[in-house]
């Protein structure tokens, strides 16, 4: 039989161990590489399986022999019992990263969350705006209720304590909070900060427990009636101001404000009445070729000698305020918003014309939601569109006729 080792190695033997295993007794043993490199192993049976499990570094700056013989007669004890070292030691690891996540995931708080996703996607957004709300709406209305709530923890209630005080007053503004919160939840649900159902979702759930928005007064974007816009336009025309005419251009090419009042003379041909808006500044994310009628290319004659960048320019350089025709409608006492003239616009095609649906869809760069039918009509029936806008343009001079030349410039009303 062999003899049993015990207490075979010395501290000079393991300082001068050669590259090999040398064992020490009772399944102790030194690993010493060809780079010089020593550690402790210790071997055990268990199960009728021989498994080896490291002590650490041997050697200077690593665990001396005797420490390493403690921890062997340790690890024996616990095999003696019927406990493997290995999973033991595998399952303090796991428990240790499972504590050490839910620490973290403690400390995530929902604005971490959202200041996190805004700085990821923001660059892919199309306009300032939209980032700028996002920011706002979160900073108005959700921090102040959950903000430092930890992200786990966010539930129905909380969501319901946001949206119930604005959901009837506010709508537009609720709904589109709800949103941003569950797209905030489902990416800490991506990444692994928790777990379950989105306490935000409509479908399913918070749409059983609050109205939808079509059975709510919305107000939003409050439109005028077509059959008003003439002698509204006459109206405008009367008042020698850039919002003025930033304003009967929105309305004559029925387009947005934002897709206007950043409308530089780099897009415009006069020659050709045409002004090309890229797509890095339309909604649809697409380029939308706008067909100019004479009384439209007339306002662009009338600016264009103020040699500014943008079409229509602000007092103070730049672009002219997104509010300056808003307080127009204001000090004029209408009750309607500047993107509503589209929505009057699209009722006088639909009503009083005979122009194809997919006309006045495109005339307005909608995007087309049969695909396919857009897949079919590659086109953007331009020369349709120019008709139509000059039709249109008719129709809003009718109270008081578009030939009204434009004799001076302010920038307010």
């Known amino acids: 039989m062999p003899r049993k080792l015990s207490n075979a ?130 900073a108005n209305y959700v921090y102040p209720v959950i903000g430092e709530l930890p992200v786990a923890e966010v539930a129905t209630a909380h969501v319901l304590k946001i949206l119930e005080p604005i959901w009837q007053d506010k709508p537009e503004t609720a709904s589109r909070i709800r949103g941003r919160i569950e797209t905030v939840l489902d990416a800490a649900k991506a990444r692994g ?50 919002a003025a005419l930033a304003l009967e251009f929105v309305v004559l090419t029925a387009t947005r404000t934002s897709e206007v009042l950043g409308a530089t003379w780099a897009e415009v041909d006069l020659e050709k009445a045409i002004w090309t808006v890229p797509a890095s500044r339309m909604k649809a994310g697409r380029e939308h070729r706008i067909p100019l009628s004479p009384r439209a290319i007339e306002i662009l004659e009338a600016v264009k000698p103020l040699g500014k960048v943008n079409l229509f320019p602000g007092d103070r350089g730049g672009k002219l305020s997104p509010m300056a025709m808003s307080m127009l409608l204001r000090r004029m006492k209408q009750g309607v918003t500047v993107h509503g003239f589209r929505s009057g616009f699209r009722d006088w095609a639909a009503e009083c014309t005979g122009y194809a649906h997919e006309v006045c869809e495109m005339a307005l760069a909608h995007v087309i939601g049969n695909k396919a039918e857009a897949a079919y009509r590659r086109g953007d029936l331009f020369d349709k569109r120019r008709r139509l806008m000059a039709d249109w343009a008719t129709f809003c001079a009718g109270a008081g006729g578009a030939n009204v030349l434009v004799s001076s410039l302010r920038t307010a009303a």
């Open 9 to 138: 190695l010395t501290p000079l033997a393991v300082k001068n161990a050669k590259p090999g295993r040398h064992a020490d007794g009772g399944g102790l043993h030194l690993l010493v590489k060809e780079s010089g490199a020593r550690s402790w192993v210790y071997r055990f049976m268990l199960k009728g399986k021989s498994r080896d499990i490291g002590l650490g570094a041997a050697g200077q700056g690593g665990i001396a022999l005797a420490d390493a013989r403690t921890a062997r007669d340790a690890l024996r004890l616990k095999v003696k019992a019927g406990i493997d070292p290995l999973e033991e030691r595998e399952r303090k690891a796991s428990e240790a990263v499972a504590a050490a996540h839910a620490a973290h995931i403690a400390e995530m708080t929902f604005k971490g969350v959202a200041e996190a996703f805004i700085a990821t996607h923001e660059a892919s957004w199309r306009n300032d705006k939209h980032r700028q709300q996002w920011r706002n709406t979160l």
């Open 193 to 242: 900060y928790r777990e379950g159902e989105n306490p935000a979702r409509w479908r399913g759930h918070i749409a059983q427990i609050l109205p939808p928005r079509s059975r709510l007064t919305r107000g939003h974007h409050k439109a005028m009636p077509y059959d008003a816009i003439p002698a509204f336009m006459a109206q405008v025309r009367e008042r020698q101001a850039m």
